[in-house]
C-alpha cells in the first residue's frame, strides 16, 4: 500500500471530501445530461433552469447533487419508460465510475491488492457519506455491505439502480480485474445495500 493512501484512508479533509463529491457530481450529472439532450432537450432545459444554488457543507452538497440526479432520472424515465431509462443510464454511468476509479487510482497509487481496493474504496465512499463492510468468501468473492448511505435517503429506487452502475464501474477503474453488481439496495426496501464482488476468472 502505498504511504498517500494508507493517509488517506485515515484522514480526509473536508476539503478533499467536499471535492470528491464535486467531482462525482460535475461527471455523473453530466452524462444525465447528455442523455437527456438526445431524448428530451426540453426537459433538460427546464431542469437546469430550475437547479438549486449548490450547498457549501458536504451535507448539503450531497443534497444539492441527489436532487438534481433525481430529477434528470425522473425525466429519462419520462422519456424512456423505467426500463429503457434504467438500461441507458446504466450503460452511460459504468465508464463515469471507471473513470472516477482510474484517476483515484493514480492519484492514491492504489495497488493489485484486495486490501489496497477495500481501503481506496473506503476513502472515496466516505466523501459520499456511505460506510461499508467488506466480507471475504471461501469462494474467493467478496461481498459489500452498506448498512448507513447519506445518499439513501435522497434518492428514488430508479436513481440509485441507475447511479449504482457508477459505483460499479470505480471499482472496475481502481482495479480491473475485480467486478461489482449490486445485488439489494436501501432505496428498494431492503435493510442494507448489498453488493458482490468477483475477481476475473474465479
Avoid at 493512501?5 to 476539503?15: C, D, E, H, Q, V
Avoid at 471507471?98 to 481506496?120: C, I, M, P, W, Y
Amino acid at each position: 500500500m502505498s504511504l498517500k493512501l494508507w493517509l488517506t484512508s485515515r484522514w480526509l479533509s473536508g476539503n478533499a471530501r467536499l471535492s470528491v463529491l464535486i467531482d462525482v457530481e460535475r461527471q455523473t450529472i453530466g452524462a444525465l445530461d447528455a442523455l437527456l439532450e438526445k431524448c428530451s432537450p426540453e426537459a433538460l432545459s427546464g431542469l437546469r433552469r430550475a437547479q438549486a444554488v449548490p450547498g457549501r457543507t458536504v451535507g448539503d452538497r450531497r443534497a444539492s447533487m441527489a436532487a438534481a440526479q433525481n430529477g434528470r432520472v425522473r425525466a429519462l424515465v419520462a422519456a424512456l419508460g423505467r426500463k429503457e431509462a434504467v438500461r441507458a443510464g446504466r450503460e452511460a454511468l459504468f465508464p463515469v465510475g471507471v473513470e472516477l476509479g482510474k484517476e483515484a487510482r493514480k492519484r492514491l497509487g492504489v495497488g493489485q491488492s484486495a486490501g489496497d481496493l477495500e481501503t481506496a474504496a473506503t476513502a472515496l465512499y466516505r466523501a459520499l457519506g456511505i460506510d461499508f463492510k467488506l466480507e471475504k468468501r471461501n469462494d474467493g468473492t467478496m461481498i459489500l455491505r452498506v448498512q448507513r448511505c447519506a445518499l439513501a435517503g435522497y434518492y428514488t429506487d430508479d436513481a440509485c439502480e441507475i447511479l449504482s452502475a457508477a459505483d460499479e464501474g470505480v471499482v472496475a477503474g481502481l482495479n480491473p480485474k475485480y467486478s461489482m453488481r449490486f445485488e439489494q439496495r436501501m432505496t428498494g426496501g431492503s435493510v442494507e445495500c448489498l453488493a458482490r464482488i468477483t475477481e476475473a476468472g474465479k
